[in-house]
C-alpha cells in the first residue's frame, strides 16, 4: 500500500524549497522502503533547487542520509527490516564494462529504485541523486542502503553517505595519502575538513588546510590539520611552499571547485605531485592552464567522483573508525533541524556559518 509521507520539494528553478506530502510506493523487486531518521543539507541539494544539476523538476531533494529499513521487495537477499543503513548515492551494478574491469567505484550503471515517487496529483518525483531522503520515507535500490553498526548515532552517521565520504575518499583512496605525505586541502567546509581528516589518519605528516575563513580553518585543525593558511590576504601557493621546504605538497586537494582553486592546487604540488579535484564545479566554468606546466609539472591530475568509495566496503570502515573515536563525525554536524528548515539552513551554508545542518525525522 503506498505512503503518503512529508518530504521537502523543489517545484522549480530558483523557487524556495516546499514542504509537501509525497506518495512513496511498497518497495518492487530489488528495492527496499527506508524510514529516514536523519539527513544532512549538502551544496549539491542546492545545486538541483537552483537547476544547476539538470532541469528534471520537481526535485525530491535530501541525498546524505541514515535511517531504518522498513520493508524490502522481492529478491532481497541482503536485508530485512529493522536493519540501519546509510544510503548511498552509487550502487555498484557489477556487470558494466567498468564492473568487470574491477572498478566498481566507476560502475556506469549505478542502481536506482526502478519505481517513482510522486506528488499527490501523480507527478512523478526526480530524487537527488537517485535517493530523495529529505522525507519520512524513502524508496532505492537495495544496493544502495548499506547495513552498518546501530550504535551510530543517525546525524552523525548519514555524513557519510555523501560529504564525509567525499573528502574522506578523495583523500585516502583517490589521493592514497600513505605515512609521511605531505597534503594540502584546499576549502575547508564539510567535504574539505573530511579530507583532512582522511589524510590526517592515513598518516599524512603535514596536512595543510587552506581558506579564507578563519572559522573553518579552526575547525580544519579540530580535524587533524597541523597548518592552517587564510587565503584572503595571503598567497596559499607560497605558503604552502614554504610550509613544504620550498618543494610543494605531495598530494593537493581542490574541494571548492572553481578555476581558481584548481590553478591554485595545481601550483603547489611538489614536481610529480597529486592532484585531486572533489569540489563540484558550476556546468558553465572553465579552465585554463600553461600546456608547458601541465607537461613539465609531471605528477597526475584526478577527478574524485564520490571519493572513488565502494560503498559496501568503506561506510562501515568509517563507522567503525567513528565508533572508535577516531573519526569524529558529530563534529561535522553545526545544528539539527527540521523539515521546514531546510531553505533557512541553505542560507546558512551560503554564508559560510555551518559544516553541516541535518535534517531530524
Not at 529516514?36 to 549539491?44: D, E, I, K
Not at 585516502?172 to 575538513?193: H, P, S
Not at 584548481?262 to 558553465?284: E, I, T
Not at 531546510?342 to 559544516?355: C, D, I, P, Q, W
Request: a negative charge.
Amino acid at each position: 500500500m503506498p505512503h503518503e509521507v512529508r518530504a521537502v520539494v523543489a517545484v522549480k528553478k530558483g523557487a524556495p524549497t516546499e514542504v509537501q506530502t509525497i506518495v512513496v510506493p511498497d518497495p518492487g523487486p530489488g528495492e527496499v522502503l527506508v524510514s529516514v531518521q536523519a539527513c544532512g543539507v549538502c551544496h549539491t541539494d542546492l545545486h538541483y533547487r537552483e537547476g544547476a544539476i539538470n532541469d528534471g523538476f520537481p526535485f525530491l531533494l535530501g541525498h546524505e542520509a541514515a535511517g531504518t529499513v522498513e520493508a524490502v521487495g522481492d529478491g532481497v537477499a541482503c536485508l530485512s527490516p529493522g536493519d540501519y543503513v546509510v544510503i548511498a548515492w552509487r550502487a555498484p551494478c557489477g556487470d558494466c564494462r567498468s564492473c568487470r574491469r574491477g572498478r566498481p567505484w566507476y560502475c556506469f550503471d549505478s542502481l536506482n529504485a526502478a519505481q517513482p515517487m510522486t506528488l499527490l496529483d501523480g507527478t512523478p518525483l526526480s530524487p537527488a541523486l537517485g535517493i530523495g531522503a529529505f522525507a519520512e520515507k524513502t524508496l532505492v535500490a537495495a544496493g544502495q542502503a548499506v547495513k552498518i553498526d546501530p550504535a551510530a548515532r543517525p546525524e552523525a552517521a548519514g555524513l557519510i553517505g555523501c560529504g564525509v565520504m567525499a573528502g574522506y575518499g578523495a583523500a585516502v583512496n583517490t589521493g592514497g595519502v600513505g605515512r609521511g605525505d605531505t597534503v594540502a586541502v584546499i576549502g575547508c567546509g564539510g567535504v574539505g575538513n573530511a579530507a583532512v581528516a582522511g589524510a590526517s589518519l592515513a598518516g599524512a605528516r603535514r596536512v595543510i588546510a587552506v581558506d579564507i575563513d578563519d572559522r573553518k580553518l579552526d575547525a580544519a585543525t579540530r580535524f587533524g590539520a597541523t597548518h592552517t593558511v587564510n587565503s584572503r590576504g595571503t598567497d596559499p601557493v607560497e605558503a604552502v611552499r614554504e610550509l613544504t621546504g620550498g618543494f610543494g605538497v605531495d598530494v593537493a586537494i581542490d574541494a571548492v571547485g572553481r578555476p581558481e582553486t584548481y590553478q591554485q592546487a595545481f601550483f603547489m604540488r611538489d614536481h610529480a605531485g597529486l592532484l585531486v579535484q572533489v569540489g563540484v564545479p558550476d556546468p558553465d566554468m572553465r579552465l585554463e592552464l600553461p600546456l608547458i606546466d601541465l607537461f613539465s609539472r609531471g605528477g597526475a591530475l584526478k577527478s574524485s567522483w564520490y571519493g572513488d568509495c565502494l560503498p559496501s566496503r568503506d561506510f562501515p570502515i568509517l563507522i567503525d573508525q567513528y565508533l572508535s573515536g577516531r573519526l569524529d563525525l558529530g563534529a561535522f554536524v553545526t545544528e539539527k533541524i527540521a523539515l521546514e528548515e531546510v531553505e533557512s539552513a541553505f542560507a546558512k551554508m551560503r554564508r559560510g556559518e555551518v559544516l553541516r545542518s541535518v535534517v531530524m525525522l
